[in-house]
């Protein structure tokens, strides 16, 4: 059985680094990309970018990861190979990161497929 | 980067009624387009891919149509579970936007 089991929710203040993981499992880790996905407070699904979760750049020009430009800068994707688990990193907070993360399959090893297993979500509040 | 816009953001519909909800891309995006369902408090579910495939274990009420800008997604006659967000994606590249949703209630 396919599962994506994420981190639980946290508590932060602004200007603090957080680490989110979602840990995969029932499958193998690096036939899929994984995308992350923000909900914020009674709003709508936020796409933030996808890592190739099994493949190691064996050059450090070679993209492995893709953020949308709403992201970027601002989040860093990484995988544990080891360990099924790709990680979303947050280097500075904002308030304005409070919502719901989750972590989300693309099927059939493409990277531009569908998202067919999600993980439960992670709740992030931002808050002096 | 090409925008989704969904329509209507919102509907009600009563148990049993045809329920359809709209799609459009700025821009061509073949049949690259995903639909998600999206119950309260719930993660978001896989319904259909490659604008109309059925994902696995959907019910059969549901189905989707279209192709380069302009894609439906109809539910044939509206259950008590279909209550929830509705969300479309593009899949042809990078961003994988998501439009904005559309929230089904029942009348």
């Known amino acids: 059985e396919v599962q994506l089991v994420q981190s639980g929710a946290e508590v932060k203040k602004p200007g603090e680094s957080l680490r989110i993981s979602c840990q995969t499992s029932g499958y193998k880790f690096s036939d899929c990309w994984i995308s992350w996905v923000r909900q914020r407070p009674g709003k709508g699904l936020e796409w933030m970018g996808r890592i190739d979760a099994g493949r190691k750049p064996a050059d450090i020009s070679e993209s492995y990861t893709t953020y949308s430009p709403a992201f970027d800068g601002h989040v860093t994707f990484s995988a544990d190979r080891a360990i099924s688990t790709v990680y979303l990193d947050f280097a500075s907070l904002k308030a304005s990161d409070t919502g719901m993360y989750f972590c989300?399959?693309?099927?059939?090893?493409?990277?531009?497929?569908?998202?067919?297993?999600w993980g439960q979500g992670t709740l992030v509040t931002v808050s002096s | 980067d090409v925008q989704m816009t969904q329509s209507p953001s919102s509907l009600s519909a009563s148990l049993g009624d045809r329920v359809t909800i709209t799609c459009r891309a700025s821009?061509?995006?073949?049949?690259?387009l995903a639909w998600y369902q999206q119950r309260p408090g719930e993660v978001p579910n896989l319904l259909i891919y490659?604008?109309?495939t059925l994902h696995s274990g959907v019910p059969s009420r549901f189905s989707g149509s279209g192709s380069g800008r302009d894609f439906t997604l109809t539910i044939s006659s509206l259950q008590p579970e279909d209550v929830g967000t509705y969300y479309c994606?593009?899949?042809?590249?990078?961003?994988?936007?998501f439009g904005q949703g559309t929230r089904l209630d029942i009348k």
């Open positions: 994606q593009k899949l042809n590249t990078a961003p994988l936007t």
């Open positions: 821009q061509d995006i073949r049949h690259y």
């Open positions: 989300a399959r693309l099927a059939g090893g493409s990277s531009t497929s569908e998202f067919d297993y």
């Open positions: 490659a604008a109309s």
